[in-house]
């Protein structure tokens, strides 16, 4: 009978329905797999996965996971389409330039594939959603753009005991691992406390090359499809480093570490000390990519006082005397800097406070407001006493001051 | 003796471009901190990012010796052999 071979491919062994005929075509070389096969398609549909950030390896893992069938996909993200995302999220199209990421990802993925429920939460994922969220997965994606999102998901992901499928990107180089799975090593075990706002450099302020995130996203759905099939050998244990330039893919060891504050178990060294969110609160703190304030560096710094772009524009109309200093790289001077503006890169601020002269009111910017406050900490550390940062940096000195600056 | 140093290309321009290095270090009781101190006298800009003011390991940056993390084998006090291998990794967070 013919419906009899028809029901093979359209119902697990127990007897359930699992696959309509038009989508044993759209997974036919899934199906083609024994690694696969109807089973493993019907395990894909089954699963609920959540990807943290629809930006650039959001992009490339959830196209892929998304062709590849996972039934639902959940996806965080507060930002929305720029013109400088189309680089490397492919995702979005420039017709999205501002819609909400997720509002753009959820349109393109139904295309990509409709028998796919997309679940969008267009907000930031806080210490105060983080839990709930997570919970309603079975697997995490990382793909988020800061180290505050980084520690607030792998925590996440430790207390609710889900795992963790880690990427992420800077300049030329990736990496990308499995944390949060029993037994296994979670990020703090590899990481242990994020850097100081400033030290090193976020997506916004770095540069990267726009297929990067592509070669790191691919890693991580793959990793994703594996452990939703339970085949192969996951990066469990393992950081995978990329390097695009010399093309070089190595792995190295990550233990679980007893005392790790999240994973940990050996309490007498301080193994699993982070029972709740609120208990790391100041590492989840850090300012977003596209943030204007530098709440994390300010908190550090109280003393640091910020002027506004009116402020400034008002101390330049009345010839008030004083040094006005940009600490962003030479690759973004060139783009468009401040009138009477000399550049100091925050790297070198150190080294070429010698050479201020403390009497002088110093005026630091940057892109964004973060690494000015960073290099003004530094000078008053070196005894500077009349420094000023400017809030929201040159993006916001453009918005309210002088639009005729590009924007990057 | 001689360790060799693989760092990631955001601090090989530190290092005057070079992603390899190698350490000449001397031969009885060295450690990974021996190694380091020794690579931030000779680049001195590079040195702030290798470790904190007290010579002591940042958390968010991790040195392999050979396929091990040091901070399970004794952090900066592992000793070393003629011909390790030291690998930095620190974290990143782009995305």
Not at chain 1, 16 to 37: C, Q
Not at chain 1, 329 to 348: D, I, K, N
Request: with cysteine; net charge negative; aromatic share 6%.
């Amino acid at each position: 009978m013919g419906s009899l071979t028809a029901d093979r491919f359209t119902q697990t062994s127990d007897g359930a329905p699992l696959l309509a005929p038009d989508e044993v075509l759209r997974y036919s070389r899934h199906l083609l797999l024994d690694e696969v096969g109807i089973e493993g398609q019907g395990r894909i549909k089954a699963a609920r996965v959540l990807l943290i950030g629809a930006g650039g390896l959001g992009s490339p893992t959830a196209l892929y996971l998304a062709a590849a069938g996972v039934g639902t996909i959940g996806l965080i993200d507060f930002d929305r389409v720029d013109e400088s995302n189309l680089q490397r999220q492919l995702l979005h199209g420039t017709r999205d330039v501002g819609r909400p990421k997720v509002e753009s990802a959820r349109d393109r993925l139904r295309d990509v594939n409709p028998h796919v429920t997309v679940e969008v939460f267009n907000t930031r994922f806080t210490p105060d959603n983080a839990l709930d969220i997570v919970r309603g997965f079975d697997i995490v994606v990382d793909g988020s753009d800061n180290f505050a999102t980084r520690y607030l998901t792998n925590d996440a992901c430790v207390l609710a005991g889900k795992r963790n499928v880690y990427g992420s990107i800077f300049r030329f180089e990736g990496q990308a691992s499995v944390f949060g799975t029993d037994g296994g090593p979670c990020y703090r075990c590899l990481f242990r406390e994020p850097p100081p706002a400033g030290l090193v450099p976020n997506c916004a302020e770095a540069g990267v090359l726009g297929v990067l995130p592509g070669l790191i996203g691919t890693i991580q759905a793959t990793e994703t499809l594996k452990l939703i099939l339970g085949i192969g050998e996951p990066l469990i244990g393992r950081l995978l480093l990329v390097e695009s330039l010399a093309m070089t893919f190595r792995t190295i060891k990550v233990r679980q570490d007893p005392s790790c504050p999240a994973c940990g178990t050996d309490v007498s060294r301080g193994g699993g000390t982070i029972r709740s969110l609120a208990d790391r609160a100041h590492d989840y703190a850090e300012v977003a990519c596209d943030a204007r304030t530098g709440s994390r560096s300010a908190k550090a710094a109280p003393s640091v006082r910020e002027i506004t772009p009116a402020e400034l524009a008002e101390k330049v109309r009345l010839g008030d005397d004083f040094d006005l200093i940009d600490v962003r790289e030479p690759l973004e001077w060139q783009l468009g800097q401040l009138a009477g503006a000399r550049l100091v890169p925050l790297g070198t601020i150190a080294a070429a406070a010698r050479e201020l002269d403390p009497t002088r009111e110093i005026v630091l910017y940057c892109k964004g407001g973060v690494r000015s406050l960073a290099a003004a900490e530094q000078l008053i550390e070196a005894g500077f006493s009349k420094v000023a940062s400017l809030n929201g940096g040159i993006m916001r000195w453009r918005d309210e001051i002088d639009p005729t600056l590009p924007r990057y | 003796m001689s360790i060799s140093i693989t760092l990631p290309t955001v601090l090989a321009k530190l290092a005057g471009g070079n992603k390899a290095l190698t350490e000449e270090v001397s031969a009885d009781g060295t450690t990974v901190g021996a190694v380091v101190e020794s690579l931030a006298q000779r680049y001195p800009a590079l040195a702030p990012r290798l470790r904190d003011e007290l010579g002591k390991p940042y958390p968010f940056v991790v040195y392999y010796l050979n396929d091990e993390n040091i901070q399970l084998s004794g952090g900066f006090d592992a000793s070393v052999r003629d011909g390790d291998e030291v690998t930095l990794v620190p974290a990143i967070a782009g995305g």
